[in-house]
């Protein structure tokens, strides 16, 4: 991992993550409520799915967040065979940085950077080796890693980094989560409603009624 790489841990500390409510910088399962409407999806989204799946799941999720790689790593694999192959849900992936939001926030500049198709390897790497990184408290062969998995090399992924408009992106998708209520990752919203918490029976309990009625 280059120098650069490591300098852009602070390029990358996006205006207003390090200001954020304490609230948002730690996991937790926040209630269902009311709030400022989820902004709709568009085409700079990352989406897993059929477009015109009946039923859009958003999830605001941090790459330093533990709650999130477990989600990612137990409970992703049933929710995709369930719903995602089967043609019934797109999966929306949006960034949450939680601390330390520095890290967080690089992560998700990696993602952003890679191959158009390679998002959600690179995702998914960076779930997967989550825990060992923070236990060896070392994140440059986390990232590494991710780059290994973008489709794209070190310095076309440097190149990317730089770009202001990954920052902008990230900051206008945190601002977006924080008027939409959200509080703490992982988050869902299906079909814009609210899921009181991330798991596969709290999902399923809203989606297969929307799935029925069609």
């Not at 043609?87 to 690089?106: C, I, N, Y």
């Not at 198709?117 to 825990?131: C, E, I, S, T, Y």
């Not at 060992?132 to 489709?151: L, M, P, Q, Y």
């Not at 310095?155 to 206008?172: F, G, K, N, R």
Request: net charge neutral; with cysteine.
């Amino acid at each position: 991992m280059t120098r650069r790489i490591l300098s852009l841990l602070s390029a990358l500390a996006v205006v207003g993550l390090s200001a954020a409510p304490a609230a948002a910088l730690d996991p937790v399962r926040t209630a269902a409520s009311t709030t400022t409407a989820v902004p709709a999806v568009t085409a700079a989204d990352r989406i897993m799915g059929r477009a015109d799946a009946p039923v859009t799941v958003i999830e605001y999720a941090s790459f330093t967040c533990s709650h999130c790689a477990h989600w990612t790593n137990d409970v992703l694999p049933q929710f995709k065979a369930r719903y995602i192959d089967t043609g019934k849900v797109r999966l929306v992936f949006r960034d949450m940085p939680t601390a330390p939001a520095q890290v967080a926030a690089t992560a998700a500049g990696i993602a952003r950077c890679a191959a158009p198709d390679k998002f959600f390897d690179v995702a998914h790497a960076l779930m997967r080796g989550q825990a060992d990184a923070f236990e060896k408290g070392d994140a440059r062969v986390w990232f590494t890693d991710a780059i290994a998995a973008s489709g794209r090399n070190q310095a076309q992924i440097e190149t990317c980094l730089a770009d202001p408009a990954v920052s902008q992106a990230l900051q206008a998708e945190v601002e977006g989560a924080v008027a939409a209520g959200v509080t703490g990752t992982p988050s869902f919203f299906v079909n814009g409603k609210r899921m009181a918490d991330p798991s596969l029976e709290t999902l399923s309990a809203a989606i297969d009624p929307l799935i029925r009625a069609r």
